[in-house]
């Protein structure tokens, strides 16, 4: 096949796809931000209770809560909106131009940076610290995982009205589903292991013991609650 007759296929591939895909773009998004507003309210939940229930002096307990707060309303919704971004861009365009291995790769190595500008790993931890080349991988696999995800889900052709209505098209069987979604949680808590063994990677002004608790909470609520729906999408 000649590469002119490629790009022609390529384009007319898209011109089939292109309603699909926005249309899908629009469920992924929705979905994606109902997620991360769902953690961040449970984060709040968690760092009241453990602030409440913790021996703490009341200068350290205003400085916690606050960290938290800004935290919340500020770094963690802009950054993780700039992920959603990102990834959801990157499987568009990809499905758009072609996704060879190659096209693939140089995607990733293209946009990676920007992703993990939007990371709270990238924020809140040393930069020169001996584990955070260890994260910053760790990270680009979950990109990389996000990304391929996120095109399966995009190029669904089948009628669908919601997000459980896409993960059924996308993934025929609730194991298929539950590999992917594996997949994703494990980055997630091979990244906070890391922290938990040595927390001086963390860069924050006070409470990392705290921190590091309500990000273990915080993931194993999110498994669960993932898990659940997963399982109420296939019952």
């Known amino acids: ?14 011109y089939k796809l292109k309603d699909y895909v926005e249309r899908n773009y629009k469920i992924l998004e929705d979905k994606m931000i109902e997620q991360m507003e769902n953690a961040l309210e449970y984060g709040r939940e968690l760092i009241d209770r453990e602030l409440d229930m913790g021996i703490l002096n009341v200068i350290a307990k205003p400085v916690i809560k606050s960290f938290y707060d800004r935290w919340c309303d500020k770094d963690a919704k802009v950054g993780t909106l700039k992920q959603i971004k990102v990834t959801l861009d990157c499987g568009k365009e990809l499905l758009k131009n072609g996704a060879s291995q190659e096209s693939f790769n140089n995607m990733i190595n293209e ?14 931890c ?13 990270t680009k696999k979950s990109f990389e995982s996000q990304v391929r995800d996120t095109m399966k889900f995009l190029k669904i052709q089948e009628e669908v009205e919601n997000y459980g209505d896409l993960t059924r098209a996308a993934f025929k069987t609730k194991k298929e589903a539950y590999d992917a979604l594996s997949e994703q949680l494990d980055y997630n808590d ?23 608790k309500i990000l273990r ?11 659940n729906n997963l399982d109420s999408t296939y019952n």
């Open 217 to 227: 909470k915080g993931f194993n609520e999110t498994k669960r609650e993932l898990i």
């Open 126 to 138: 040393s930069k020169n610290h001996k584990n955070f080349p260890k994260l910053k991988e760790i």
């Open 1 to 14: 096949m000649n590469k002119t007759f490629k790009i022609h296929r390529i384009r007319e591939d898209w």
């Open 111 to 124: 946009n990676f940076q920007e992703y993990l500008e939007g990371d709270q790993t990238y924020l809140y």
């Open 190 to 212: 091979q990244g906070i292991k890391i922290v938990e063994k040595d927390s001086s990677i963390l860069n924050v002004p006070a409470g990392k013991s705290i921190i590091i």
